[in-house]
C-alpha cells in the first residue's frame, strides 16, 4: 500500500500537471486554495506512506528479532490503518462530490485501500485477543 501511495504523494507535493489540475478542479465547488488542498494532501498521504512502511518494517523485523514490544507495535499498525482507511475515505468522497466525473483508477485503489487497511486492522485486534 505504501508503495502504490507513494506515487500520489509525489505528484501532489511535486506538482505534476495532472495532480495540478485535478486539485483545480476539486478545489472550486469547496472554495478553497487547490494549492493548498494539494500540498496538505500530499502531507497527509506521505504521513500515511511512512506509517505503512514503518509498520511493514517494524512487522519483519519483529519476525526476525522475536522484539518484546508488541503492545506499542500494535497500537502504531492500528492507528496506521485507521489513519490509511480515513483518508482514502476521503479520497472516495473527494473523487464522488468534488469531480465533475471520478476517475475509476483512482476509487479502485481507494477501495483496495480501504479494503486491506479493515483486513489489517482485524488480524491486530484478533492478533491482540489470542495474545491476552
Given at each position: 500500500m505504501a508503495v502504490i501511495l507513494s506515487r500520489f504523494a509525489i505528484s501532489k507535493l511535486a506538482?505534476?500537471?495532472i495532480s495540478v489540475?485535478?486539485?483545480i478542479e476539486m478545489a472550486k465547488p469547496v472554495?478553497?486554495?487547490?494549492?493548498?488542498?494539494?500540498?496538505?494532501?500530499g502531507i497527509l498521504i506521505t504521513i500515511v506512506v511512512i506509517g505503512y512502511f514503518s509498520t511493514a518494517m517494524f512487522s519483519l523485523l519483529n519476525k526476525v528479532i522475536?522484539?518484546?514490544a508488541t503492545v506499542p507495535f500494535t497500537k502504531w499498525a492500528t492507528y496506521t490503518n485507521i489513519l490509511g482507511f480515513l483518508t482514502m475515505m476521503g479520497a472516495l468522497i473527494a473523487e464522488f462530490s468534488?469531480?465533475?466525473?471520478?476517475?475509476?483508477?483512482?476509487?479502485?485503489?481507494?477501495?483496495g485501500i480501504v479494503l486491506v487497511s479493515i483486513a489489517n486492522i482485524l488480524i491486530i485486534k484478533k492478533a491482540i485477543k489470542t495474545e491476552s
Open positions: 506538482g505534476w500537471e489540475q485535478a486539485f472554495g478553497i486554495d487547490p494549492t493548498f488542498f494539494r500540498i496538505a494532501t522475536r522484539n518484546n468534488l469531480r465533475v466525473q471520478p476517475k475509476s483508477l483512482l476509487v479502485y485503489i481507494a477501495i
